[in-house]
């Protein structure tokens, strides 16, 4: 057998589009890996070779490339966090190789990664629920398998201010057809990086196994972090009234001399059989555990000149986390229709527990930053907080007519989320949560043309409830009561054209996601009526394009319009007003270009921009917008007969200072001006 993309020797990627810098799919969980024009979703598929020549190096710094996602977090910080479609999305509520609950709350180095998969819009029946209940969209990432050509490369780096790393990646299939691979990884990093003085230290293994015979195929992926940054990039809550300060210094830590240790372990398994040319049974399990440590600040009252006070703390914290996801998808024809069924159940498993200790504050600013007061005492070790258990069963069944012309997808998920908490304290259970919930999916592709594709779809997330206190005064009308986890919902409009060389989306949506508050009982005026009655309503328009254009020129251009408002509010205060945190427009537009007069020589560009953000429901303060220029060249040439490639990528060129701000009340700064080059040498 002949493996000719990497990952392919498992399950078999979609391949790549023209220009290599996108694939022409992805996984969608319940319905399999299929190509982006038969699917009625707007998804984005970024491959090994974009990451390699933009260097990038956690997942925030590949699905930026796309103006409907954006980070809300920059290099150096605590962890990854996103938006999409105007949503929140956590790093916890990542996939990895299909499976939720396994990413870590931090970070996913990409060193490990073959594929970055973006599927936008709430994703219930396809992927199931994060553990966070995410309902923007949902990211997976794809671990990389040993590809059919021997491979032994090593890249080193240098990232300013002094920061270095070595990563070596290994490659090889064995058996009489292949149908052994193993692909192991490592990596050290180490060194000053995006903060003055501070440190970014990594260090990872992986090894990937594989076995693809005729009918049956199988992988085992085993993966191991460990890393200290000292000064990280910091959060701080901004005001919402008096003016939004200046933003400080990108390269100065907020809270200096802090330091935050993670390590990560993760191990996952999935088999795969064909039972028949038309069925397909499957099977996954994941286990992956988070612990770290870190100092903890936080800064308080910032007003619009940059004072606060700065408040030292500790919160340790550990995430124990088991998957599993089995099916079966098997094809048939009924009369003048072929039938695409999938049926698959999943689990996931989660407990996680902290230890969190406060201690001195002190006045400091933005600008002059001072450290918090040492903590003192005695640093114990973290308790259990959280149990969380989730399992679904889910349906799906695409229908082919008119000779595949038109699909018509359509399938049911029952989700149960079982929750409690615990005392940190004494172990004692102060919550518990167990309810279920049903989501529909309905969605149509139709193909007027082999290369256009218009879709429909309505579709929906799912986010945890909450049992109504039965202490609170005043009391509940609906005390005790058990609310089953919400619903977000979504209708989006779309058109797909592949011209051959190039792809262009066009999308319209509209996400309703509700949310809680109290109201005054209509019962029982003396009492009080808790529900998820409120509403925020997100609208948007996305168009892209990508592919190239022509030899040897490469483009992704992308603009979201978004429209986040209030509808339904406490008592209509602030109803009708935009939502925080949601940038009105993003646009991207990224061009790599191979130089016609020196083989091998090649430049790239990238600019990202987003326009300002409400700070506050009242729309009264706003944190400006901000355009970033990202610059880049590689030289891809032969020593003594053996392939190198040397980079060199200048973020944030311009070294334009921004805030990033989300629709939680923490923001922090972008990165600054940083040069990374490296040398990739094949052996």
């Known amino acids: 057998m002949e493996v000719t993309d990497q990952a392919e020797a498992i399950g078999g990627l979609q391949k790549t589009y023209s220009g290599g810098q996108l694939a022409r799919g992805g996984d969608l969980g319940l319905l399999g890996r299929v190509d982006l024009m038969d699917v009625p979703f707007s998804t984005t598929n970024y491959t090994s070779e974009l990451i390699e020549n933009q260097q990038a190096q956690s997942v925030s710094d590949v699905v930026m490339n796309d103006a409907s996602v954006r980070p809300l977090a920059a290099r150096g910080g605590f962890g990854d966090e996103f938006q999409i479609r105007g949503l929140t999305m956590p790093n916890g509520d990542l996939a990895i190789n299909g499976l939720y609950g396994l990413a870590p709350s931090t970070r996913i180095p990409l060193e490990m990664i073959e594929r970055v998969e973006v599927l936008k819009g709430p994703g219930a029946l396809t992927s199931g629920v994060g553990p966070n209940g995410s309902v923007g969209g949902s990211i997976n990432t794809v671990l990389k398998r040993a590809g059919d050509a021997p491979l032994t490369r090593l890249t080193t780096t240098y990232m300013s201010k002094a920061n270095f790393a070595a990563h070596l990646d290994v490659g090889r299939r064995f058996g009489e057809d292949n149908e052994w691979g193993v692909r192991v990884n490592g990596l050290v990093r180490g060194g000053e990086g995006t903060i003055d003085g501070g440190k970014q230290n990594l260090n990872l293994g992986s090894i990937a196994l594989d076995y693809a015979g005729v009918r049956t195929r199988w992988s085992l992926d085993a993966t191991a972090t460990r890393g200290q940054t000292d000064d990280f990039r910091n959060h701080i809550t901004l005001p919402t009234t008096g003016g939004i300060p200046a933003v400080p210094d990108t390269r100065t ?183 279920s919930s049903t989501t529909p999916l309905a969605g149509v592709v139709f193909k007027p043309a082999k290369n256009t594709s218009i879709y429909a779809n309505y579709t929906s997330g799912l986010s945890r409830g909450s049992k109504v206190s039965e202490t609170a005064t005043p009391a509940y009308d609906n005390a005790g009561e058990t609310i089953p986890p919400f619903k977000s919902r979504q209708v989006e409009l779309g058109v797909k054209v592949d011209w051959g060389r190039i792809t262009t989306q066009a999308a319209i949506y509209q996400i309703k996601r509700p949310s809680a508050y109290t109201s005054v009982s209509t019962i029982d005026p ?71 007069w020196l083989q091998g020589l090649s430049f790239n560009g990238r600019v990202v921009s987003s326009s300002a953000v409400y700070r506050d429901i009242a729309n009264t303060l706003r944190t400006p917008s901000w355009t970033r220029l990202d610059l880049g060249a590689r030289y891809a040439t032969k020593l003594s007969g053996k392939p190198v490639v040397f980079r060199a990528n200048l973020e944030n060129a311009s070294d334009k200072a921004y805030w990033i701000t989300g629709l939680n009340s923490y923001s922090t700064t972008g990165l600054p001006r940083t040069l990374t080059v490296s040398a990739q040498f094949d052996f």
């Open 253 to 435: 830590a907020l809270y200096p001399n802090t330091e935050l240790k993670d390590n990560f372990k993760l191990v996952t398994s999935r088999l795969e059989h064909d039972i028949s040319s038309s069925t397909t049974v499957y099977g996954s399990v994941g286990w992956s555990k988070l612990d770290y440590r870190q100092d903890f600040p936080g800064g308080s009252g910032l007003d619009a000149n940059g004072n606060f006070t700065v408040r030292n703390a500790w919160y340790d914290q550990y995430t124990d986390s088991k998957a599993a996801d089995v099916g079966l998808r098997t094809r048939f024809v009924t009369g003048p229709v072929k039938h695409t069924v999938a049926l698959g159940l999943n689990y996931m498993e989660q407990e996680t527990g902290y230890f969190y200790a406060t201690g001195g504050s002190a006045r400091s600013s933005l600008y002059n930053p001072v450290p918090a007061p040492a903590m003192t005492g005695v640093r114990g070790e973290p308790a259990k907080s959280v149990e969380n258990h989730q399992h679904s069963i889910a349906i799906a069944d695409t229908l082919g007519l008119l000779n595949d012309s038109l699909l018509v997808t359509v399938g049911l998920r029952r989700q149960t989320m079982d929750y409690e908490g615990f005392s940190v304290a004494n172990g004692a259970s102060t919550s518990q949560y167990k309810a």
């Open 526 to 596: 003396s009492l009080n009526h808790y529900g998820f009655d409120g509403e925020q309503r997100n609208r948007g328009l996305e168009l892209t394009a990508y592919g190239e254009v022509q030899r040897g020129l490469r483009l992704m251009a992308s603009v979201a319009f978004n429209q986040a408002k209030l509808t339904r509010t406490q008592n209509g205060v602030n109803q009708g007003n935009t939502a925080t945190g949601v940038p009105k427009v993003n646009y991207n537009l990224g061009v790599d270009w191979d130089t016609p």
